[in-house]
T-cell receptor, first 111, second 113 residues
Framework: GENVEQHPSTLSVQEGDSAVIKCTYS??????FPWYKQELGKRPQLIIDIRSNVGEKKDQRIAVTLNKTAKHFSLHITETQPEDSAVYFC??????????FGGGTRLMVKP | NAGVTQTPKFQVLKTGQSMTLQCAQDMNHNSMYWYRQDPGMGLRLIYY???????DKGEVPNGYNVSRLNKREFSLRLESAAPSQTSVYFC????????????FGPGTRLTVL
């Protein structure tokens, strides 16, 4: 089955700096890669996703890049703000298979 | 439009007791899921229902059963709770199975003593 590894497990940045979270996956057939944000005590919420026919996708301060050859994808947050502080989860799946989540990254943005 | 709702929000059980977690969605989604989230870990899929009338095992199905009651509702049952089932349980739904945007409920925090 699919295995998704996520790094780092914790990340502390100064407000205004950029943050990068990286994930690797094992199943070369995977073609859907979402990122979820979970604030303390809340439900996970989708912030951005990418499919394997696209190498990069941006939404305001958030971008995701995908390297299918190397089987890794990354979340980039620019101009971080205190409200970006949360746990971020990557995930991977292919059609017909379950979504497998990474272990999460706790992002702390210091004012 | 409430999205995905779950009941109860909190529950404490003794070892060996049984209970059912309820989930409902009002987005007319075809697929529904049950996950568990343990401290410091990602979400692990317990069971899912790709469409009304079907259910399949996920990554960690042992000790659980599910029922897709109708298109809106998907319940998770613990027949004989164990301390290892202490966790936060999330229900989710999506329009299409699996490789599609999943919308999560608020979660149920379960403690088994």
């Amino acid at each position: 089955g699919e295995n998704v590894e996520q790094h780092p497990s914790t990340l502390s940045v100064q407000e205004g700096d950029s943050a990068v979270i990286k994930c690797t996956y094992s199943d070369s057939a995977s073609n859907y890669f979402p990122w979820y944000k979970q604030e303390l005590g809340k439900r996970p919420q989708l912030i951005i996703d990418i499919r394997s026919n696209v190498g990069e996708k941006k939404d305001q301060r958030i971008a995701v890049t995908l390297n299918k050859t190397a089987k890794h994808f990354s979340l980039h947050i620019t101009e971080t703000q205190p409200e970006d502080s949360a746990v971020y989860f990557c995930a991977a799946s292919n059609a017909g298979n379950m979504l497998t989540f990474g272990g999460g990254t706790r992002l702390m943005v210091k004012p | 439009n409430a999205g995905v709702t779950q009941t109860p929000k909190f529950q404490v059980l003794k070892t060996g007791q049984s209970m059912t977690l309820q989930c409902a969605q009002d987005m007319n989604h075809n697929s529904m899921y049950w996950y568990r989230q343990d401290p410091g870990m990602g979400l692990r899929l317990i069971y899912y229902s790709a469409s009304e009338g079907t259910t399949d095992k996920g990554e960690v199905p042992n000790g659980y059963n599910v029922s897709r009651l109708n298109k809106r509702e998907f319940s998770l049952r613990l027949e004989s709770a164990a301390p290892s089932q202490t966790s936060v349980y999330f229900c989710a739904s999506s329009e299409e199975p699996l490789a599609d945007t999943q919308y999560f409920g608020p979660g149920t925090r379960l403690t088994v003593l």
